[in-house]
């Protein structure tokens, strides 16, 4: 096809003018507003910054972020694996409706996600007193952020997978299995080294979510300094507090988590181009 009738083959001028206006996005939403967090975080100086993210209370958001991402992440990607496995792999009534349930965190509030925690398990929920009575807490408490935390990350682990395994089909596995393979080794030798990028980019989404969710977390957790505050609620507070520096200093480090995440995303992305669609 020639140049002239390519659709494709836009006048040079309009390629630079869609490149700078995107140039332009980037830098004036992402890049100054990054520089700007990292810019608050050290302009009281290094000792500043150490000792901000060195205080007791900032420490134990930081073990208590590490913590609910080291519970949610594991979950996710085994409740990940089957999900999309039994969506990617069979049809059945009902597949519609588990799909769209998968999905709805993408669309329910995170504040919304924490009430609808409150009602099942406050004081006066629906479980709460008969677990109250059982002298298990839920609220206020770690089982509460982790269950928050769960559902605001639910879809990302089964979302990488489903395009990638229905793009693969399954005539390998279905080989392996006539072949004498039992179903562990068939998922395991067949299976899993052609979805193995795309799980992992699920977990990079998944992890990076729980370590920065604020919203489900913030109406469950009580902030109760030092106990249930993660690192989101506790740059919420010292912000509040009027304590810049130290809210800034502890920002840099989710902005750190991020920058991180988008280079995994980035590396990973390539390997996963069906993930992706």
Do not use: C
Request: aromatic share 10%; no cysteine; proline share 5%.
């Amino acid at each position: 096809m020639s140049r002239r009738t390519d659709p494709r083959a836009e006048p040079a001028w309009v390629r630079w003018l869609l490149t700078a206006l995107a140039l332009g996005f980037l830098l004036l939403f992402l890049f100054i507003p990054l520089a700007a967090v990292f810019a608050q975080a050290f302009g009281k100086g290094w000792e500043t910054w150490l000792a901000a993210v060195r205080d007791p209370v900032a420490l134990a958001a930081v073990r208590l972020t590490v913590v609910v991402a080291a519970i949610t992440v594991p979950i996710h990607t085994a409740l990940g694996l089957a999900t999309a496995w039994l969506l990617a792999r069979f049809r059945f009534r009902g597949r519609q409706f588990l799909l769209t349930l998968v999905d709805l965190p993408f669309s329910v509030s995170p504040v919304v996600a924490g009430l609808m925690l409150v009602l099942l398990f406050g004081a006066q929920g629906l479980l709460g007193p008969w677990l109250n009575g059982m002298g298990i807490k839920v609220l206020f408490a770690l089982p509460g952020i982790v269950l928050a935390t769960l559902f605001v990350t639910l879809p990302f682990v089964a979302r990488q997978l489903i395009p990638t395994l229905e793009a693969q089909g399954s005539t390998e596995e279905e080989a392996a299995l006539t072949l004498g393979a039992s179903p562990w080794q068939m998922f395991l030798r067949v299976t899993l080294p052609k979805i193995r990028w795309a799980l992992l980019y699920g977990i990079i989404l998944t992890n990076a979510r729980a370590m920065g969710e604020f919203g489900a977390v913030s109406v469950v957790s009580g902030h109760i300094r030092g106990r249930t505050n993660t690192i989101p609620l506790h740059v919420e507070i010292l912000y509040n507090e009027y304590q810049f520096a130290a809210s800034f200093a502890v920002a840099s480090l989710l902005t750190l988590l991020a920058l991180a995440t988008i280079a995994a995303q980035a590396v990973l992305g390539r390997r996963t181009p069906a993930s992706r669609a």
